[in-house]
């Protein structure tokens, strides 16, 4: 097809194109735009032509792997069709136009929306904090966790001291944004720089189409309503619903609707790899680690100084043992570099080493006594099934350095009160009188103690029950906040039923010279919400694991019974 002749001004080149041009609407507009842009001095040749299309038409889908230039769309018609598909191209906007090749592909944070987390009430009366673990993600509050928030605002549990934190928390939020609710709050507005999503309020009512057999009266199922209205609101975003309700989820995932348990505060998610505090080593240890060893004695213990690849895996007042013909057990008391530091036990199951009448009955025993009677380790957590001695030991121990040694003045005890079946109601007394139905295992391990055993000493032998209970204080954890325990020896029993707020709550309480004990089962815990993977127990096993003053020992064996043993097991 011939092109048209050279223009000699913007009038002569519409007539002239037209004239040399296919009479038709697409050549007319590809003309008119090319006289609208330039005026060119001369008959372009074929191979100017075809860079101009190539300039003018939209740039390709960028190849990276072929070096050969990406020819354009329609590069094989005519040129005042290309032209014409050039503009339509520029008309339609640069959004639609596919980045050069040079430029790397975008990330999510400027390709992909965020997501928008919609949290259920449970989430924020378990973590107050939880609106600002989101990271980059925006946070949505249905109007119904608002109202239940406010339905658990009043009392003194956790729940409801959590209820209203989160209250605290949305109201100064909305403070410190000033700005309308419509357009989301800024997270990071009281200094949470972590979170730099947005959070948003529901603001107007939805009529999403839930099953008949899902009344909407009930809170549950108008969160899901909101789930479900947000999901055909904005179909680009990914809306997902967060809540520690398990029948939640399950009612979530048949509708369609994705659903996740609020994983931040989850230590671990297979307790298998929860840290044990022991590690057995290998047969040839001294083989690959005997070479320029040093050993001295001190304060009755052997210490050895080590190297080799081992060290690597090692954990600070981690225990090591060795079986076989020369038998080792001993803690790691110093990591430097690529040596380690190795001493010695005091071995409890003689005797002689008894503690408070009690002694060692099995390996991680001995290394737990290690612990509770170590001036210089501040913090102990025991885990073991039932029936392995952790609140036998911690007391004997207890007694022992407050009764005998005296290196501090009494022994607390405390312990959430979650029953495992209903609970029996509010009940008259004292604190102390109030707690003593949870004590159980207290007064049956003191009878155990106090049994006047011949090696326990002179304290031992001479002491009455009312002198041991005159130095064993019983405590509710609904009065610890704001106290300070100096020279106490402090018992936490039970620990696997705190969350990691009340547990933090409960170790801050130490002062000068005292020392927390945390006892607990992981497999038996009875607090509605909390997973062995979000236990406030397994928590600070995690977080105190590798510090100086902190050791952790989980007992293997059971020692209560015959039969108690096996029912652990069969059971």
Not at 81 to 87: C, K, L, Q
Not at 93 to 111: M, V
Request: one cysteine or more; aromatic letters at 6%; charged letters at 20%.
């Amino acid at each position: 097809m011939p092109l048209p002749k050279p223009p000699t001004g913007p009038a002569s080149t519409i007539a002239d194109s037209a004239r040399g041009a296919r009479k038709s609407r697409v050549a007319s507009q590809a003309v008119a735009a090319a006289s609208e842009a330039a005026v060119k001095p001369a008959r372009p040749s074929k191979k100017s032509e075809r860079v101009a299309a190539a300039n003018l038409a939209p740039a390709a889908k960028p190849v990276i792997t072929e070096p050969t230039r990406v020819q354009p769309p329609g590069s094989g018609l005519p040129l005042p069709y290309r032209v014409a598909a050039a503009d339509a191209e520029r008309g339609a906007g640069k959004a639609k136009r596919p980045a050069p090749a040079s430029k790397p592909a975008q990330s999510r944070a400027a390709g992909t929306p965020p997501k928008l987390f919609v949290l259920d009430t449970n989430v924020l009366m378990h973590d107050p904090s939880s609106l600002f673990r989101f990271a980059e993600h925006d946070v949505y509050l249905p109007m119904m966790t608002l109202e239940e928030l406010d339905g658990h605002k009043k009392g003194m549990s956790e729940v409801s001291r959590n209820a209203r934190q989160v209250s605290r928390s949305l109201d100064a939020l909305i403070a410190a944004a000033n700005a309308n609710l419509e357009a989301g709050l800024p997270l990071a507005s009281l200094g949470n720089r972590d979170a730099s999503g947005n959070l948003f309020f529901q603001t107007q009512s939805f009529a999403a189409m839930l099953p008949a057999s899902l009344p909407m009266g009930k809170a549950d199922n108008q969160i899901l309503g909101v789930v479900r209205a947000l999901q055909e609101q904005h179909p680009d975003r990914q809306v997902v619903l967060v809540s520690k309700d398990i029948n939640m989820r399950i009612k979530a995932h048949a509708l369609g609707l994705p659903a996740e348990d609020y994983f931040n505060d989850q230590v671990l998610e297979d307790t298998d790899l929860l840290y044990s505090g022991t590690l057995e080593l290998p047969a040839d240890f001294w083989d690959r680690h005997g070479k320029g060893v040093e050993s001295w004695q001190q304060n009755g213990a052997t210490l050895y100084r080590i190297s080799g690849p081992l060290i690597s895996k090692l954990v600070l007042n981690q225990f090591v043992y060795l079986e076989g013909d020369a038998p080792l057990m001993a803690r790691v008391s110093e990591i430097v570099g690529k040596t380690a530091v190795l001493q010695t036990l005091k071995d409890h199951s003689h005797h002689r080493h008894a503690v408070w009448g009690v002694g060692a009955r099995n390996r991680e025993q001995n290394f737990a006594l290690n612990l509770l009677l170590d001036p210089d380790i501040d913090f102990v957590t025991l885990l073991g099934q039932a029936g392995t001695g952790k609140t036998l030991l911690a007391l004997a121990a207890g007694l022992t350095q407050v009764l005998e040694s005296r290196r501090y003045t009494e022994i607390i005890m405390t312990r959430a009160t979650v029953p495992v079946g209903e609970d029996i109601g509010y009940l008259p007394g004292t604190e102390e009188e109030k707690m003593q139905p949870w004590m159980g295992a207290l007064e049956d391990n003191l009878e155990v103690l106090l049994q006047g055993d011949p090696a326990a000493g002179e304290w031992g032998r001479s002491a009455s029950t009312d002198l041991v209970r005159t130095r064993i204080k019983v405590k509710a954890l609904s009065f610890m906040r704001g106290r300070t325990f100096i020279n106490k020896f402090l018992i936490i029993d039970e620990a696997q039923n705190l969350t990691p707020k009340q547990m933090k709550t409960l170790i801050t309480r130490a002062g000068p010279g005292t020392k927390v004990v945390c006892l607990g089962n992981i497999a038996q815990i009875d607090t509605p919400y909390l997973t062995e993977g979000s236990s406030g127990l397994t928590y600070v096993v995690d977080r105190f694991k590798g510090w100086a003053h902190s050791g952790h020992v989980t007992l293997q064996r059971g020692e209560r019974s015959r039969l108690a043993d096996f029912a652990a097991e069969a059971l």
